[in-house]
């Protein structure tokens, strides 16, 4: 039988450096959701997001892909079930962006005889989605953020993984860029764990939201429970408003604006 979540996180505590940085981290990842992470910088959205990919080791606690303790799964194996799109991950700039999809593939050839025409169609449909087609031959030191951006998701893609992990995906990108990125991580028809900094892309583009916080999970939930006055106060340090969005009816968080924040600054801007 398989478990109803495609992730689970329980108790996740991190040291690095000889500090405490993931404190009893638990929530669970439904499959086919779109689970977002926000929080301040420095909160740990990337530690975690690390452990999930493997990239660090953690002290205490579980993760479990598919029922399984990651720190089980051969190499291989793991890549097979979790993509992931790291932040500033480094590569190659002689790299072509048809090289970086294509490597999205290694998880899957090798182990069997190859079939190149089947690897070559879904590099190539990888390439169509992300909009990277007409740069395949490019190399990946001329690309653009938010070009390099869509060549490394069309790499995550390519590795048909039924999860997707991406840290901070829409960084860098402008408006356009970003609606795409996250419409193509919606239409995957995985489970996909992405850290936001943008809360109003969090609240459209997420199922469920987990806030982190020095750390420790401070709640986790839809969207519209989760996106208060309250939470934006006592965790970002915000006044906000928080209105449904005209088209999706989803909260969207409208910042106070500063001079009506202070009564001084306020009373200045009517004297100038
Ligand atoms: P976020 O992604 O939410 O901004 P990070 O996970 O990058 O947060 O960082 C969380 C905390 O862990 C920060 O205080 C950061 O300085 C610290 N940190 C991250 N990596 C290391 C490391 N290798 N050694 C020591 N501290 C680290
Ligand atoms: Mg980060």
């Known amino acids: 039988m398989t478990p109803e979540h495609a992730l689970e996180i329980r108790d996740l505590t991190v040291e690095l450096g000889g500090r405490r940085i993931l404190h009893e981290v638990g929530f669970t990842v439904p499959r086919g959701e779109v689970v977002g992470i926000i929080g301040p910088n420095g909160a740990g959205k990337s530690t975690l997001l690390s452990c999930v ?32 799109v790291p932040q500033d991950t480094p590569f190659a700039f002689d790299l072509t ?24 169609g879904i590099i190539d449909e990888c390439l ?3 909009n990277v087609e007409h740069l395949r031959h490019r190399s990946a030191a001329t690309l653009s ?11 995550a893609l390519a590795q048909d993984a039924p999860i ?5 995906p829409t960084n860098h990108l402008d408006l356009a860029n970003q609606e795409q990125l996250l419409e193509l991580v919606h239409e995957h028809t ?9 809360l109003n892309l969090a609240a459209e583009y997420c199922d469920h939201i ?18 208060t006055p309250e939470l934006l106060h006592d965790v970002f340090r915000v006044r906000a ?16 604006a500063r001079r009506v924040r202070s009564g001084v600054d306020a009373q200045n801007s009517v004297r100038q």
Do not use: K
């Open 190 to 198: 995985g489970t996909s764990l992405v850290a936001i900094h943008d």
């Open 164 to 168: 997707l992990v991406l840290d901070e």
């Open 97 to 120: 962006v048809e090289d970086i999809v294509a490597a999205g593939r290694i998880p899957h050839t090798g182990a069997f005889a190859r079939n190149r025409d089947h690897d070559r």
């Open 128 to 130: 169509r989605r992300v």
């Open 210 to 227: 987990v806030v982190l916080r020095d750390g420790a999970v401070v709640t986790d939930g839809p969207p519209e429970r989760v996106l």
């Open 53 to 84: 990919y493997r990239h660090i080791a953690y002290q205490r606690g579980e993760i479990t892909v598919d029922g399984r303790e990651l720190r089980t799964l051969p190499r291989r194996e793991l890549a097979r079930l979790i993509a992931a």
């Open 145 to 155: 953020g938010g070009e390099r951006q869509r060549a490394l998701l069309g790499r």
């Open 241 to 256: 408003h928080v209105v449904p969005h005209p088209e999706s009816g989803r909260p969207h968080v409208i910042t106070s």
